[in-house]
């Protein structure tokens, strides 16, 4: 049974930091990219980072210089650390395993900003 377990998420004042963790099980975690994705109340998901099973890492734009992907492969968990919050970076913070033909998501942890 494959599972994403994503916790870290808090209410935190802006300027703040947090750090999301995703723990997956019944997956060959090693082989997955590895992504992040956050919803807003009434926005579409967007993609906020991913690495690649090499390590090779990407971002969208409101999150370069501020947030930090990472992987422990050993711990099949991927790390979203995140600083300098926004109020607009409140939103569900969602990780995603992606094996190109299947992917899987997790249930989400909230992060709220407050300004």
């Known amino acids: 049974q494959v599972q994403l377990v994503e916790s870290g998420g808090n209410l935190v004042q802006a300027g703040g930091s947090l750090r999301l963790s995703c723990e997956a099980s019944?997956?060959?975690?090693?082989?997955?990219?590895m992504r992040w994705f956050r919803q807003a109340p009434g926005k579409q998901r967007e993609l906020v980072a991913d690495?690649?099973?090499?390590?090779?890492?990407n971002y969208a734009t409101a999150a370069k210089g501020r947030f930090t992907i990472s992987r422990d492969n050993g711990k099949n968990t991927v790390y979203l650390q995140m600083k300098s919050l926004e109020p607009e970076d409140t939103a569900v913070y969602y990780c995603n395993a992606d094996f190109g033909v299947q992917d899987y998501w997790g249930q989400g942890t909230q992060v709220t900003v407050s300004s």
């Open positions: 019944g997956i060959i975690f090693r082989v997955a990219t």
């Open positions: 690495i690649t099973r090499d390590g090779t890492t």
